[in-house]
C-alpha cells in the first residue's frame, strides 16, 4: 500500500507556473505507475499526464501537452508536475494517483486504473 500527499498549489495569474509534488510512503515506489487529475467545480475527474513506474513512459492529455511536463525522482519516493503557460481553464483541485505496474491494463486515462489517490491539492488560476 502506499499512501500519497500532494502540495504546491496555490493561485496564479494567468500564464504564470507551478510545480506540483505528490510525496509518497512505502519501500516500493519505484514499482508504481503514477499520475495526475484534476477535478474543476461542477465537473468530472479528468486525467491530466500518467508517468510509468520506471519514467519511461509518460502520456499527456491534449489540454496540456506542451505546458505541463511530469517527472519522477525514486531516491526520494516523489513525483513532480511543472505547470507552465496556466490558463484560467487549469483551475481544479489536482490529485495523484498511484497504482502497482503488475495491475496495469493500459487505460492510463481511466481512474479505475489507480487504486491509490492523494488528497488533492488546489491549483487557481486568475485572468
Known amino acids: 500500500q502506499v499512501q500519497l500527499v500532494e502540495s504546491g498549489g496555490g493561485l496564479v495569474q494567468d500564464g504564470g507556473s507551478l510545480r506540483l509534488s505528490c510525496a509518497a510512503s512505502?519501500?516500493?515506489?519505484?514499482?508504481?505507475?503514477m499520475a495526475w487529475f484534476r477535478q474543476a467545480p461542477g465537473k468530472e475527474r479528468e486525467f491530466v499526464v500518467f508517468i510509468s513506474w520506471g519514467g519511461s513512459s509518460k502520456y499527456y492529455a491534449d489540454s496540456v501537452k506542451g505546458r505541463f511536463t511530469i517527472s519522477r525522482d525514486n531516491a526520494k519516493n516523489t513525483i513532480y508536475l511543472q505547470m507552465n503557460s496556466l490558463k484560467p481553464e487549469d483551475t481544479a483541485v489536482y490529485y495523484c494517483a498511484a497504482d502497482y505496474r503488475t495491475s496495469y491494463s493500459g487505460r492510463h486515462y481511466s481512474r479505475n486504473e489507480y487504486r491509490y489517490w492523494g488528497q488533492g491539492t488546489q491549483v487557481t488560476v486568475s485572468s
Open positions: 512505502g519501500r516500493t515506489f519505484n514499482d508504481y505507475n
